[in-house]
């Protein structure tokens, strides 16, 4: 259950939602376009990017379960949309937990407002479940690092402002131990700034409105005051500190898409007619509904559950990771049942059960993938 306080800021985003962004979101996935600019300069004056920000750093200071509401609801509409603020509470996050208080000062106002767009950049081709094998390196020269390497998957570079990058500053110092974040400052644009910076979108089966970039850098520099908290090695550890509310905020978005996948199966399944009867008259798709609904109400409710562990101060990478690792199957299941609901027709572009299916596909890669998910818990599990 929620409070009254919950609910409301729910049936806004609902209806932002349903008014601004589905019904544009199947034509610009089928175009394979990005969020319009207008549409991320409504989500920043909605406040949703300093959502979970405090109010003395320009934030709106609500709890990780608002945060989840919000992403829910976006998602339903459209998972890219659900998603740009990831990037932006990621960042926001990371600054706000480990940054100066200069940095603080510089970063999150601009951050929370949407003057300036963020993306992370963590991944590299050889390091993506094993966050500490990165091998990017940023070499100090005077009063500035430069930064040699790749990255890869940085979704929503091109627009981004400042990227949250994870580099290796001490090539000789243990892995974990020898990596940083420095929040690279670039300009805007498809561009980048060859040859120091230079990227590419990665063709991808779903998650549109977002591109993914494989981003290689070659001396692009970042000032010194920039490395995140003003120590270097700190960089994994700052990482981790963001991985609950990141978990948190992805299970949410799972939720959303299979909700929306959920709706639209149960409208159709009452419609369309086949043996002279709604084919929500046959027990068997009756059933179905029934199972994903349970599904998805499940999902939502450990979604919920970590959120509240959470906002209540606890340690929670368990709940977090059992949310996230649960609903990312679910709404692969759920969506799923929901196309073939849909017949034919869900194969078809002009319906957008397919997108829901090949939106909810990603849930189980990023973020951490299922397997890392189911690790983490195990662990716990197992320490008891
Ligand atoms: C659409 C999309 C957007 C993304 N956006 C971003 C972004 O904005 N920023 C960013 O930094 N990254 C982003 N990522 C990257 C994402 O976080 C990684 O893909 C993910 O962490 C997995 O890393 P990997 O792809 O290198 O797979 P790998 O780590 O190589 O894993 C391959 C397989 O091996 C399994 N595996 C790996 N290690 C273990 C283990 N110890 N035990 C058991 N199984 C294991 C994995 O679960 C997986 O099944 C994005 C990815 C996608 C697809």
């Known amino acids: 259950m929620l409070?009254?306080?919950?609910?409301?800021i729910r049936e806004q985003v609902r209806a932002f939602a349903d008014r601004e962004i589905a019904p544009i979101a199947s034509r610009l996935d089928n175009e394979g376009a990005e969020i319009p600019m207008a549409v991320v300069g409504q989500l920043a004056e909605l406040g949703y990017f300093g959502l979970i920000v405090s109010p003395d750093h320009g934030g709106a200071g609500l709890d990780i379960l608002s945060m989840a509401l919000v992403a829910e609801e976006l998602s339903r509409a459209w998972l890219s949309v659900g998603s740009v603020m990831t990037r932006m509470i990621i960042t926001a996050s990371l600054v706000e937990q480990n940054g100066t208080e200069e940095q603080k000062r510089r970063f999150l106002p601009r951050l929370c407002r949407g003057e300036w767009l963020a993306a992370a950049a963590f991944t590299e081709p050889d390091a993506g479940s094993d966050a500490a094998g990165v091998r990017l390196r940023a070499q100090r020269r005077g009063d500035q690092f430069e930064l040699f390497g790749e990255k890869t998957w940085c979704t929503f570079a091109n627009r981004a402002r400042v990227l949250a990058i994870t580099a290796r500053t001490d090539p000789a110092a243990e892995r974990h131990k020898g990596i940083s974040i420095l929040l690279a400052e670039?300009?805007?644009?498809d561009g980048f700034a060859p040859p120091r910076l230079s990227g590419g979108p990665i063709p991808t089966i779903g998650y549109k409105?977002?591109?993914?970039?494989?981003?290689?850098?070659?001396?692009?520099?970042?000032p010194a005051e920039n490395l995140l908290g003003g120590v270097p090695g700190r960089g994994f550890y700052q990482l981790m500190s963001t991985y609950e509310i990141a978990r948190i905020q992805t299970a949410a978005r799972a939720v959303g898409v299979a909700q929306a996948a959920f709706e639209a199966a149960r409208a159709y399944a009452k419609e369309r007619v086949q043996f002279g009867r709604p084919i929500a008259d046959f027990q068997v798709i009756r059933h179905k509904l029934?199972?994903?609904?349970?599904?998805?109400?499940?999902?939502?409710?450990l979604t919920w559950h970590a959120a509240r562990a959470k906002d209540g101060g606890a340690r929670c990478d368990l709940e977090a990771g059992m949310a996230k690792a649960?609903?990312?199957?679910?709404?692969?299941?759920?969506?799923?049942?929901?196309?073939?609901i849909f017949g034919g027709y869900g194969y078809s572009r002009e319906f957008p059960a397919q997108r829901y299916w090949r939106d909810a596909r990603v849930f189980r890669i990023f973020e951490g993938t299922s397997e890392i998910q189911y690790d983490v818990i195990a662990k716990r599990l197992l320490e008891r």
């Open 290 to 301: 029934a199972r994903m609904a349970t599904d998805l109400e499940a999902a939502r409710q």
């Open 186 to 189: 670039k300009e805007p644009g």
């Open 3 to 8: 409070d009254p306080d919950h609910v409301a």
């Open 326 to 340: 649960f609903a990312a199957e679910m709404a692969e299941r759920v969506t799923g049942e929901a196309l073939q």
């Open 209 to 222: 409105g977002m591109n993914s970039y494989s981003l290689a850098f070659d001396g692009y520099p970042v």
